[in-house]
């Protein structure tokens, strides 16, 4: 579990916590089982207490009040629901974010997770933990001043369920998510003096240890292989880069495989098409496609997925030194199609270009999702919240979407056409990497699309989710982790043997 959140689960019984927290409904109905431990004078000071602090129970809500003496615990903490007929709209996940950042850390808390119509299942359960978990997470490893001592302790959380035997099942696959989900954050919060190419290569590397096959390919391998458009964008750098290729055999040999791959430039400073200084900061994390898909091989692996998937990130670090690429030059991709450079700041592309043409040319996958902070055209269409989706199949695309609801991870499908890819044809190759302003995001995509051939292919362009993302119940961290649950739940919903 994460070092800032101890979870332990037990029966309904005696109370340990200096907090209780409880679930009620729009009409600030408690559970039943609650019941034992809220006297008379409990319920009245709650009732009072929400009249005076304006709280109907309405979902995700809390009310912190004082106990009365003797009570048993120190706060009462109630979190609200909602009304009944919209208890199935209700993200348990969410939830559980409330919940914990209700309590704070240092703090130790009983939790009654049941609703004041019942207990959730056992899976609805997990995820509020799941929750708990995930809105716990804080990347301070740099930080050396001393904290109080408060938040430096964990927050103890102790789950209060009848079946405790069928939470701790259910709770296996969520901390083998979250732990998915941590790693890709903290990838993409680490500085980029510390995560360079051959450092992320290392990290992924550890995934062995879970069971996942990793091949490490140098800048010797990749000149054999021909991968001369992704060398181009890290020749400016004297980091040397790297692609990474993780197999995690979970299904019967011979089954054919789903492939993830990520768009992993370490540090972006634009190339000789040199960034604003203002912000520049923040493409230490323009790798966070790379992330998630090593934070998904984590979670496939770590929950040991019944399902044959292969990760492939390609790790590039963007600098303008004498030996850059320049607007103007031509390189030729892996797919043998040449392009003519436009701009060098358009470099995501050139990387996934000869990632995803490798993908389906050695592996022949189900389908190639990929995953990039690749245009900030994306955040004019969608803002922060939502993936643009962008695909040549429709069921892929649907499933996706579902997966999008079910997890909170929104995407949101964008048009891809003959009209668009024309505009990235060139004068002088086959194609240029950069069609201008106007389309910015689609006509990325139209390039990339140039480079998968029939196999069914989305790109997700996660510029507004991956990084400097908006804080929600189950985040408070610049590094966002997303898309490890959404691709998770879409290979568990359809594609586990």
């Known amino acids: ?133 995930l809105r716990a997470y804080a990347f301070d490893r740099y930080k050396t001043k001393t904290k109080e001592k408060d938040e430096a302790e964990p927050l103890t959380v102790t789950l209060r369920v009848s079946d405790p035997a069928a939470l701790k099942k259910a709770l296996k696959a969520r901390e083998a998510i979250a732990g998915g989900v941590e790693l890709a954050r903290d990838l993409v919060n680490e500085p980029p003096n510390v995560l360079y190419p051959e450092e992320f290569a290392d990290r992924a590397a550890k995934l062995e240890k879970l069971g996942v096959e990793v091949e490490v390919l140098d800048e010797k ?4 292989i021909g991968m001369r458009a992704l060398l181009a964008v890290g020749q400016g750098s004297r980091r040397e880069s790297r692609v990474v290729v ?6 019967k040999s011979g089954v054919q495989p789903v492939a993830f791959i990520g768009k992993g430039v370490t540090f972006d400073t634009g190339g000789i098409s040199l960034k604003p200084g203002a912000g520049m900061e923040d493409m230490k994390g323009d790798m966070a496609g790379a992330a998630c898909v090593t934070g998904l091989m984590h979670a496939l692996a770590a929950r040991k997925a019944k399902v044959n998937a292969i990760g492939v990130i390609g790790l590039v670090e963007n600098m303008p030194d004498g030996n850059a690429q320049r607007p103007g030059d031509i390189v030729t991709s892996l797919s043998g199609q040449t392009i003519e450079i436009i701009n060098t700041d358009a470099e995501g592309r050139l990387v996934l270009a000869d990632v995803l043409w490798y993908t389906q040319d050695q592996f022949k996958p189900k389908f190639m999702i990929n995953l990039a902070t690749l245009t900030g055209a994306i955040l004019v269409a969608l803002a922060q919240e939502h993936a643009g989706l962008f695909s040549n ?105």
């Open 221 to 224: 391998q990749l000149k054999k």
């Open 1 to 133: 579990m994460s070092q800032r959140l101890k979870l332990e689960v037990k029966a309904l019984n005696a109370i340990s916590g200096q907090d209780l927290v409880i679930l009620v409904s729009d009409a600030l109905t408690p559970p039943k089982t609650a019941e034992e431990w809220l006297g008379e004078g409990v319920r009245s000071l709650l009732a009072r207490a929400a009249v005076a602090e304006r709280f109907k129970g309405k979902a995700l809500s809390g009310l912190t009040l004082l106990a009365p003496d003797g009570a048993g615990y120190e706060r009462l903490i109630a979190v609200g629901v909602g009304p009944e007929a919209e208890r199935g709209k209700l993200d348990f996940a969410k939830l559980g974010g409330a919940i914990a950042g209700r309590l704070g850390h240092g703090r130790s808390a009983d939790v009654i997770l049941a609703l004041p119509d019942g207990e959730p299942t056992a899976d609805q359960t997990a995820d509020i933990a799941l929750g708990m978990r």
């Open 393 to 497: 199949n429709d069921e892929l695309s649907e499933r996706l979407s579902s997966a999008g609801k079910a997890t909170g991870e929104a995407v949101w499908r964008m048009p891809l056409g003959p009209a668009y890819d024309k505009m990235i044809d060139s004068k002088f190759a086959d194609m240029k990497n950069s069609a201008g302003r106007y389309g910015g995001s689609i006509t990325a995509a139209q390039f990339l699309q140039r480079h998968v051939n029939d196999t069914p292919w989305v790109h997700l362009d996660i510029a507004g989710t991956g990084m400097s993302s908006p804080n929600t119940e189950t985040n408070r961290s610049w590094g966002s982790g997303w898309g490890v649950r959404l691709l998770d739940h879409l290979v568990a919903e359809h594609y586990e043997s």
């Open 246 to 251: 993780m197999r995690w055999n979970g299904a």
